[in-house]
Structure formats: structure tokens, C-alpha cells
């Protein structure tokens, strides 16, 4: 028998705004059709023009979605943006974001998608242009939004879990690069586009890791991508373990892949396996198993809704909440996601300066 999250006092309704605000899009590629369009959809934001060099995909997204304004420049997106006081969503390689934002007008709401640029330097560029032209801006690093995440993470607030010692993501899946044909020219491919989710979710739950053990190394059968898998030692001292631990070539069958996120704590424990990553692009059904210190055992949590599309309403959602009320505290902010940025860059600085040498000398 399954639990519902209001038995456990959780309320699973995404951040969202009293009034939803019209939005814009630059770029219209897979992860808008995938995802931010069906979830807009879901949550009845509506979406009013859209812009990408390649015309022919604005058209058909635009007309499978019914959005009525298909811009073909920036500027004629931006003028349209202003009419309409839209809000902005940026959906683009992240090396074209750095572009993008100045020609945004001051003071717009804008969500960037992630990663925050291909580097740190990037990303400090990005967060200066958000402050310089004060803008409302947010990164989707929507993963702490899935409504997994959310449920989890209002269970270790209630203090169901006690003290959580233990943070686990576990990736062993084979995921088929070639449908992100941009990944394979990159010097920084695993973490900066895939773990820096896992990143951002543990510094969710833990905050802000004090340094980080990484290695992030490639695949004999995938030589053409830098790097496709890492493991993550994110160091919060002596009494917590948190690791992410990634390997996108497990090519032996669906059966054995792994996907999960595991919590334990003194006085609880959660495990959710993600489908999405498993068997990609077919996906595996999420679960959502935890148990209390209450001699129950493990008891299964019914989660509505998943990973893509549902968990990118909350960004989007946040975002124009943060523009009616200042005070509202906005978890996916330029100003948090530049922090997942800084862990990134440190994990690609540790993976580089090498592990201790071992000494076989008798
Ligand atoms: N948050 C997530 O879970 C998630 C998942 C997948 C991709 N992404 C990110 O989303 C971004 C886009 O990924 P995608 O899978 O949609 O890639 P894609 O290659 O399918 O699409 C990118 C689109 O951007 C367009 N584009 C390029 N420059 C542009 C510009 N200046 N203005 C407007 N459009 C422009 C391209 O023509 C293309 O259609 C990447 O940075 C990627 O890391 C995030």
C-alpha cells in the first residue's frame, strides 16, 4: 500500500505565481519541445513567441504548441517581450547565453537554462550582467523541483529523516550521447552538463560543500566525448558522506542500470529511483521508497508527476512568483546556481591536480 504525501503533511504544489505572466523563448530546440513547453502547458503558462536561427524549428514548435508569434530576430523577440511585459526563457547552447542577456531589456524576469556557461569565467560573466542590468533571473537546475526532490526535501525538514549523514546519487545507465550532437566538441562534458544536476540537488539538501574530491574520465567505447563519467566526493566534514557517482557506458542491457538518489539519516532513510536515466530515451518508472524509525520497513510514497516535464514548472513558476514578491525566496536564482557553478569548477580543478600517489616502497 502506497502513502500519500499530505499523510506526511507534504504539499506537493510547485512554487507559482498569482498572476502567470505571457513568456518569450530564445531557442526552440529539444529541451523546449521536451520539456518547458509541455510543462508551460501543464501549468497554464502561456507561451507567446518564440525565436531560433533555425526558422523551420520555431515554426514547428510554435504550431504544435500554439504559440502564435514566430520572431525571426532576437530584437523582433525582445520588442515582443516588452509588449507584452513578457518574461524570458533561455534555452540555448550556454555558450550563446553571454549574448543574449544585453539585449535584454533592464529589470526583465529571465530563466536561463543550465549549465551557467561552459566555465566558471562564463558564469561570473553571467551573474554580473543579471546584476548590472537588474534582472529577475533564474538557472533551471530544475532537478530539486521534480516532485520527488520536493517531497523528499520536506520530509528532512520536518526532521522525519533526523540527522541526514548520507547523500547518494548512483548513475550506471547507458545513455545515447549522439542526440546532443554539441556535447561532442566539448572539453567539459560529464559534470558541467550532466552531474552538475546531481551537484545542485545535493547542495539543495546539504548546502554548500566546504572543497570536492572529483575524478571525471571518458569511456573506451565513447572516445569521441571528453569525459562520461565522474566520481564526486562533495566534502561537508567528518560525519557526512555525499557522493555522486556516474557511468553513462554501461552497455550490457537495461536490466542491471541503475538510477537512484538515497538519503539516510538518523532516524530515517529515502531511496528514489529515477526512471528518466534508465534505458534513455524509454525511461523506467520512478519509486519513491523511504522508512522511519518506527519499525514499519520500507513503505512506497505515490508521487504524482516526474522528473520531465512536471519538475520545470518550478523555475519558471519561482521565477515570476520572485517578480510579484521580492521577499519570496527564490531556490533557483542566478545568485544560488552560480554556487553549483563554483562546485563545477572545482571538481574539474580536483579531477586536474591528480589523486595522492601511492607509495609501494617496502
Ligand atoms: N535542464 C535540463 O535538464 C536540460 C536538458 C537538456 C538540455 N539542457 C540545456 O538546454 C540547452 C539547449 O539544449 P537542447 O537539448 O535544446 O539543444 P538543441 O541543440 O536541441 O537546441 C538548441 C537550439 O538553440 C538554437 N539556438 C542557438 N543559438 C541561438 C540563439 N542565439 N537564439 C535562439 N536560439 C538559438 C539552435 O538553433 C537550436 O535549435 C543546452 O545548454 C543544454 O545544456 C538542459
Redesign the pocket.
Known amino acids: 500500500m502506497s502513502i500519500q504525501p499530505s499523510e506526511l503533511g507534504i504539499d506537493m504544489t510547485p512554487p507559482l505565481p498569482k498572476t502567470p505572466r505571457p513568456i518569450v523563448g ?7 519541445t521536451d ?1 518547458h513547453l509541455p510543462a508551460y502547458g501543464k501549468a497554464g503558462f502561456p507561451h507567446v513567441g518564440i ?4 526558422q523551420e ?1 520555431a515554426e514547428q514548435a510554435a504550431k504544435a504548441w500554439g504559440i502564435p508569434n514566430v520572431c525571426k530576430t ?1 530584437e523582433e523577440l525582445v520588442e515582443l517581450g516588452k509588449a507584452e511585459k513578457a518574461v524570458f526563457d533561455v ?4 555558450s ?1 547565453i553571454i ?2 542577456l544585453p539585449q535584454l531589456p533592464e529589470g526583465s524576469g529571465v530563466l536561463i ?3 551557467m556557461g561552459e566555465s566558471l569565467e562564463e558564469a561570473r560573466k553571467i551573474l554580473n550582467i543579471c546584476r548590472e542590468r537588474n534582472l529577475t533571473a533564474g538557472v ?4 530539486r523541483q521534480a516532485p520527488f526532490m520536493r517531497a523528499a526535501k520536506q520530509m528532512m525538514d520536518k526532521g522525519l529523516l533526523g540527522e541526514v549523514h548520507d547523500v547518494e546519487m548512483r548513475v550506471v545507465c547507458q545513455t545515447p550521447w549522439n542526440l ?3 556535447l561532442f566538441e566539448k572539453e567539459r562534458m560529464e559534470v558541467n ?1 550532466h552531474s552538475i ?1 546531481y551537484i545542485d540537488a545535493v547542495r539543495h539538501f546539504l548546502g554548500d560543500p566546504s572543497s570536492v574530491y572529483c575524478k571525471t574520465m571518458g569511456h573506451p567505447k565513447m572516445t569521441e566525448l571528453a569525459q562520461t563519467r565522474s566520481a564526486i566526493i562533495m566534502d561537508y566534514g567528518d560525519m557526512v558522506r555525499a557522493n555522486v557517482a556516474t557511468n553513462h557506458g554501461h552497455d550490457y542491457a537495461p536490466d542491471e542500470q541503475e538510477c537512484f538518489f538515497k538519503l539516510e539519516g538518523t532516524k530515517g532513510a529515502i531511496k528514489i529511483q529515477i526512471g528518466v536515466i534508465l534505458n534513455y530515451p524509454k525511461g523506467a518508472e520512478d519509486q519513491f521508497k523511504y522508512a522511519l524509525d518506527d519499525g514499519k520497513g520500507w513503505r512506497t510514497l505515490s508521487i504524482e508527476g516526474t522528473w ?1 516535464p512536471d519538475a ?1 514548472v518550478g523555475p519558471m513558476g519561482g521565477l515570476q512568483k520572485k517578480m510579484e514578491d521580492p521577499a519570496f525566496n527564490y531556490e533557483n536564482s542566478v545568485e544560488d546556481a552560480w554556487r553549483t557553478m563554483c562546485v563545477v569548477e572545482s571538481c574539474y580543478k580536483s579531477s586536474a591536480s591528480k589523486g595522492t600517489p601511492v607509495d609501494y616502497q617496502p
Do not use: M, R, T
Not at 530564445?26 to 523546449?32: D, L, P, T, V
Not at 533551471?140 to 532537478?143: T, V
Open positions: 530564445f531557442g526552440s530546440g529539444g529541451i523546449i520539456a525565436y531560433d536561427p533555425n524549428k532576437p534555452a540555448v547552447p550556454a550563446e549574448n543574449i537554462q543550465k549549465p533551471n537546475f530544475q532537478l546532443w550532437s554539441f552538463y544536476h520531465f520545470f
